[in-house]
């Protein structure tokens, strides 16, 4: 047996400490909410600790270092991440302890930055943090909103429901990101393709024509000529060329891409490309009805979970993707804090439509905040489904256009100087 030190909420909700005896960390948080109280904190007293419970940790740090290593880059997959929320709420909503669900979701999991994640986490509950602590020392995969509304869970006594909240908020969010990326993949593919079969063209169509035409010595017209040195260009036929021009394009198109990823890594930049984003015609208002069913849901989320209204704002701003949302949401900040209205600032910004400040305006006045953002939220999700349809739609008879465009230049340019040789053998 060992004595643990704990710091506890009693049912009014007022802090209180003490000291229970139990044979583990786990037996501890029983018997402290035995007697009606929420543990935040339960840690072993120092010097106290009981050979049979230094022996069990010491057991459990070797398994931890057996079940580590391995290298991890970037952050936890939002996929499996949703998925430990949604399984957590459940083992949470079946009664059983914390320490015990987190080491069964823990074992379930294959070697990699989650099953990492996890033990680190089970570590820290086990040495008396709370969960929201233990995960807030593990960035890369529980964000800050993700350890607030876990917080505000562990104080409300309400953590399986607030997980089971922060499950179906990450997977309508990862629903709308799959949608719009599923509408990406259409053109995208159409892209490669014709860029595949336009290169297959300056590569071994054109250069055979080329060789007739010089045959014929028929004189050319200038679209032909152009079209000729466009594909010397590409296979690096032109004197003095150091590299064939299919080398720009290939590695050309990735250093854009890298490039464009490096100048929203600075704030300038960010600022600069999310403001222009929204101001492209029809993709703008695309990326627009998506930021504010972020924002929505995510205010709305937190509200829900008890997250006092100034906190949960400014995580909102810094979650929600967009910089020009982000300086309203601070401006949002600044006017409720001085005693002001939450719609003011967004209808003074213009970057809502009217129905969405109109209804945060009758959410303040009824104080129903919450349900009134997560309708917005839902209204907004419908939108973004009806405008990804209505720009594949479009982009389809687009994609047919300019292909059909560049097809016919081509067969254009390559059958006037025909048409010529036809006409000058029928005059001769």
Same mark, same amino acid.
């Given at each position: 047996?060992?004595?643990?030190?704990?710091?506890?909420?009693?049912?009014?909700?007022?802090?209180?400490?003490?000291?229970?005896?139990?044979?583990?960390?786990?037996?501890?948080?029983?018997?402290?909410?035995?007697?009606?109280?929420?543990?935040?904190?339960?840690?072993?007293?120092?010097?106290?600790?009981?050979?049979?419970?230094?022996?069990?940790?010491?057991?459990?740090?070797?398994?931890?270092?057996?079940?580590?290593?391995?290298?991890?880059?970037?952050?936890?997959?939002?996929?499996?991440?949703?998925?430990?929320?949604?399984?957590?709420?459940?083992?949470?909503?079946?009664?059983?302890?914390?320490?015990?669900?987190?080491?069964?979701?823990?074992?379930?999991?294959?070697?990699?930055?989650?099953?990492?994640?996890?033990?680190? $986490?089970?570590?820290?509950?086990?040495?008396?943090?709370?969960?929201?602590?233990?995960?807030?020392?593990?960035?890369?995969? !529980?964000?800050?909103?993700? $350890?607030?509304?876990?917080?505000?869970?562990?104080?409300?006594?309400?953590?399986?429901?607030?997980?089971?909240?922060?499950?179906?908020?990450?997977?309508?969010? =990862?629903?709308?990101?799959?949608?719009?990326?599923?509408?990406?993949?259409?053109?995208?593919?159409?892209?490669?393709?014709?860029?595949?079969?336009?290169?297959?063209?300056?590569?071994?169509?054109?250069?055979?024509?080329?060789?007739?035409?010089?045959? !014929?010595?028929?004189?050319?017209?200038?679209?032909?000529?152009?079209?000729?040195?466009?594909?010397?260009?590409?296979?690096?036929?032109?004197?003095?060329?150091?590299?064939?021009?299919?080398?720009? $394009?290939?590695?050309?198109?990735?250093?854009?891409?890298?490039? !464009?990823?490096?100048?929203?890594?600075?704030?300038?930049?960010?600022?600069?490309?999310?403001?222009?984003?929204?101001?492209?015609?029809?993709?703008?208002?695309?990326?627009?009805?998506?930021?504010?069913?972020?924002?929505?849901?995510?205010?709305?989320?937190?509200?829900?979970?008890?997250?006092?209204?100034?906190?949960?704002?400014?995580?909102?701003?810094?979650?929600?993707?967009?910089?020009?949302?982000?300086?309203?949401?601070?401006?949002?900040?600044?006017?409720?804090? =001085?005693?002001?209205?939450?719609?003011?600032?967004?209808?003074?910004?213009?970057?809502?439509?009217?129905?969405?400040?109109?209804?945060?305006?009758?959410?303040?006045?009824?104080?129903?905040?919450?349900?009134?953002?997560?309708?917005?939220?839902?209204?907004?999700?419908?939108?973004?489904?009806?405008?990804?349809?209505?720009?594949?739609?479009?982009?389809?008879?687009?994609?047919?256009?300019?292909?059909?465009?560049?097809?016919?230049?081509?067969?254009?340019?390559?059958?006037?100087?025909?048409?010529?040789?036809?006409?000058?053998?029928?005059?001769?």
């Amino acid at each position: 047996m060992a004595t643990y030190v704990y710091e506890a909420l009693n049912a009014a909700g007022k802090a209180q400490k003490g000291s229970v005896e139990a044979g583990s960390s786990e037996d501890a948080i029983q018997r402290i909410k035995s007697q009606g109280l929420f543990p935040t904190s339960v840690r072993p007293q120092k010097g106290k600790k009981g050979a049979a419970e230094a022996g069990e940790s010491a057991k459990k740090k070797k398994k931890k270092k057996k079940g580590g290593g391995g290298i991890s880059i970037g952050g936890v997959k939002p996929k499996h991440l949703t998925l430990f929320t949604r399984q957590l709420s459940t083992l949470q909503d079946a009664g059983l302890p914390l320490l015990r669900s987190l080491q069964i979701l823990e074992q379930q999991q294959k070697p990699g930055l989650m099953k990492n994640t996890l033990q680190n $986490v089970v570590e820290e509950v086990e040495g008396g943090s709370s969960l929201s602590e233990a995960m807030g020392k593990s960035p890369k995969a !529980f964000n800050k909103l993700y $350890v607030k509304m876990v917080n505000a869970g562990e104080i409300g006594g309400v953590l399986d429901i607030i997980l089971q909240r922060l499950a179906e908020f990450m997977e309508k969010s =990862e629903r709308l990101k799959r949608r719009i990326k599923g509408a990406m993949v259409y053109p995208v593919v159409v892209v490669l393709v014709a860029l595949a079969i336009l290169s297959g063209i300056m590569i071994f169509i054109i250069p055979k024509f080329e060789e007739i035409f010089k045959d !014929f010595g028929v004189e050319l017209p200038a679209l032909t000529i152009w079209l000729m040195n466009t594909s010397r260009w590409f296979v690096g036929g032109i004197a003095g060329q150091r590299f064939a021009g299919y080398w720009y $394009v290939g590695i050309g198109l990735p250093a854009a891409w890298i490039l !464009f990823k490096l100048i929203r890594k600075a704030g300038p930049g960010r600022a600069l490309t999310d403001i222009l984003l929204l101001w492209v015609p029809v993709f703008g208002s695309l990326v627009r009805k998506t930021v504010i069913a972020r924002f929505t849901r995510t205010l709305g989320t937190l509200i829900s979970a008890g997250v006092p209204i100034l906190e949960a704002v400014t995580i909102t701003g810094e979650t929600c993707g967009n910089y020009v949302y982000e300086k309203t949401l601070k401006k949002v900040h600044d006017s409720i804090r =001085e005693g002001e209205s939450f719609a003011q600032p967004l209808r003074e910004s213009k970057t809502c439509d009217a129905l969405v400040v109109n209804m945060i305006d009758v959410g303040e006045e009824t104080g129903d905040m919450d349900a009134m953002l997560l309708k917005i939220a839902d209204n907004y999700d419908e939108e973004v489904d009806v405008a990804v349809a209505s720009l594949v739609s479009l982009l389809e008879p687009i994609m047919v256009v300019l292909l059909g465009g560049m097809v016919g230049t081509i067969v254009v340019a390559m059958f006037l100087p025909m048409v010529s040789m036809i006409e000058s053998l029928q005059g001769s």
